[in-house]
């Protein structure tokens, strides 16, 4: 099994987080493609910041789609999901909604740790949308600035292990979930010091996909998640035209064969001669 793994944001020192959780959680027979947005932001916090990295991502996706079994979106808030699933054949999982369900298999609610206060209305909507809004116990956020993208875990150690806490004591959560490609490998580190399971978005990503690619459920022909129909297109990025021109070539319908046998076919020839008075 291969999959590719696409750090949204254009950090290389997050994509090495993100590259070492992954490497510690695929299964020895999952290769890795990791991948860092061509353009973008930092670090991905607000709605239009997702905006942004959504056509990267699939870019990236697009250009890689031949070569790979399953994609993970590498960001939580999911940029571009489930948008995605329309652009390949191939499952496309997204860190968020596989941590949610990963959490949401481990006790009845759940909380959010952030490095970001910003965020967390964003959070929340991501966590409406997926369908888990009934069992979010609560949202806690780091509220100071961050002194840099890839050095949050070492900054902040002891205060996301505080809201952790605090989140269980307080807020009732039977699981956490620590947010953010930046925390990657963070869960293994502290799992120890935090009385519930701690769920990282990257492991849940990798093992839910390969999971999910395992099953061999087939692709999207018809339904929401089918591929966007032919219309007229400019100005996109030429991997992306080509990735949809794949796509609807592929879904078109195969013409159905004439259900008109040769002794109809020669009944109804003879028929149109007879009209003609071509026949004696």
């Not at 307080?170 to 699981?175: I, K, P």
């Not at 929401?224 to 297109?233: D, I």
Request: glycine share 8%; aromatic share 4%.
């Amino acid at each position: 099994m291969r999959l590719l793994v696409v750090n949204p944001n254009i950090s290389s020192d997050v994509t090495e987080l993100i590259r070492a959780e992954a490497e510690r959680s695929a299964a020895p027979t999952t290769d890795l493609v990791v991948r860092t947005a061509p353009r973008g932001v930092e670090y991905i916090e607000t709605r239009f910041e997702s905006l942004l990295a959504a056509e990267a991502v699939a870019e990236v996706i697009a250009e890689h789609r031949d070569e790979v079994d399953g994609v993970v979106v590498a960001a939580f808030g999911d940029p571009g999901m489930p948008a995605l699933k329309e652009l390949v054949d191939i499952p496309v999982i997204g860190i968020t909604e596989a941590a949610l369900c990963a959490a949401a298999l481990q006790g009845s609610r759940f909380s959010i740790i952030a490095i970001s206060d910003r965020i967390t209305a964003w959070y929340r909507e991501c966590v409406e949308h997926f369908g888990f809004a009934g069992r979010l116990a609560s949202i806690r956020s780091v509220k100071e600035a961050l002194r840099g993208i890839g050095t949050v875990q070492d900054d902040f150690r002891p205060t996301l292990v505080e809201l952790a806490r605090l989140a269980v004591a307080e807020d009732g959560a039977d699981v956490v979930v620590l947010a953010g490609a930046p925390l990657a490998g963070l869960a293994r580190d502290v799992a120890s010091e935090i009385p519930v399971p701690v769920v990282d978005g990257i492991g849940a990503g990798i093992r839910l996909a390969e999971a999910v690619v395992g099953l061999r459920s087939g692709a999207h022909r018809a339904g929401s998640f089918a591929v966007p129909p032919p219309k007229r297109r400019a100005g996109l990025a030429k991997v992306i035209d080509a990735a949809l021109d794949e796509r609807q070539l592929a879904a078109r319908p195969v013409a159905a064969p004439s259900e008109a046998t040769p002794m109809a076919a020669s009944a109804g020839s003879s028929a149109a001669s007879l009209e003609r008075g071509d026949l004696s």
